[in-house]
C-alpha cells in the first residue's frame, strides 16, 4: 500500500491565485517529511524538512505545515515561475521498520501557473 | 561547490548492452543515493553509500545492477543486459550524515531502444 499519497495530481491556478498541496502520509515513526520542487528533466531541488506535528516552515510564496497524518504545502499569490511538480517524501525510524536515510517519494503533484 | 554532477544527462543504448553513469556527490557529503524516476512517478530508492561501503540494495535492482563508491568519492551506476523496463532518469543525491534536504543532481536519462 501507498506510504505517502499526494493531491491533486495536477493544480491549474491563475497569477495571484493562493492554493494549498496536500500530503497524505501512512508511516510510524516519521523521521522527517521532505518537500521538494522538480522541473522539467531536472533533478528534485529540496525545499523544506519538516520533523513534528506543528512545525512550519515558510520559504518565499511557499509554507509547509504537518500534522500527524498529512502535510500541506500552502501557496500565496503564485508566480507562472512556480509552475513545477512539487513532491513529497517521508523518512521513517528505524525503530518503526524504516532507514534513517531511505525516502519514500510520492507521485508528486504538477502545479501550473497562468499569467 | 558545484552541486551534485551526473554524467552522462542522456544515454540511448540498444537493448542488450551495458551502460554505466557517474555521479559526483557534494565533496563533504559522507552519504550518497541512487534513485530511478519513470514518468509521472516520484523517484524510487535503489541504494546507499556511507563513504565508500554500500548499505542497502533495494529488491528493484536485479543482479543486473551494480554500483560502487571507491574510495567514498564518486560513485558508478552500471546495468547490464539493459531491457527496455530500464529506461528511466536516474538520479543521484548526497547528504551529509542524515540531516535535513538531500541534495540531487540532474539526473541521466537512459532511452532502451
Known amino acids: 500500500e501507498d506510504q505517502v499519497t499526494q493531491s491533486p495530481e495536477a493544480l491549474r491556478l491563475q497569477e495571484g491565485e493562493s492554493s494549498s498541496l496536500n500530503c497524505s502520509y501512512t508511516?510510524?515513526?516519521?523521521?522527517?517529511l521532505f518537500w521538494y520542487r522538480q522541473d522539467p528533466g531536472k533533478g528534485p531541488e529540496f525545499l523544506f524538512t519538516l520533523y513534528s506535528a506543528g512545525e512550519e516552515k515558510e520559504k518565499e510564496r511557499l509554507k509547509a505545515t504537518l500534522t500527524k497524518k498529512e502535510s500541506f504545502l500552502h501557496i500565496t499569490a503564485p508566480k507562472p515561475e512556480d509552475s513545477a511538480t512539487y513532491l513529497c517524501a517521508v523518512r521513517q525510524s528505524p525503530h518503526s521498520g524504516g532507514s534513517n536515510y531511505k525516502l519514500t517519494f510520492g507521485k508528486g503533484t504538477l502545479l501550473t501557473v497562468n499569467p | 561547490d558545484t552541486g551534485v554532477s551526473q554524467d552522462p544527462r542522456h544515454k540511448i543504448t540498444k537493448r542488450g548492452q551495458n551502460v554505466t553513469f557517474r555521479c559526483d556527490p557534494i565533496s563533504e557529503h559522507n552519504r550518497l543515493y541512487w534513485y530511478r524516476q519513470t514518468l509521472g512517478q516520484g523517484p524510487e530508492f535503489l541504494t546507499y553509500f556511507q563513504n565508500e561501503a554500500q548499505l542497502e540494495k533495494s529488491r528493484l535492482l536485479s543482479d543486473r545492477f551494480s554500483a560502487e563508491r571507491p574510495k567514498g568519492s564518486f560513485s558508478t551506476l552500471e546495468i547490464q543486459r539493459t531491457e527496455q523496463g530500464d529506461s528511466a532518469m536516474y538520479l543521484c543525491?548526497?547528504?551529509f550524515g542524515g540531516g535535513d534536504g538531500y541534495t540531487f543532481g540532474s539526473g541521466t536519462r537512459l532511452t532502451v531502444v
Open positions: 508511516v510510524s515513526g516519521l523521521r522527517g
Open positions: 543525491a548526497s547528504s
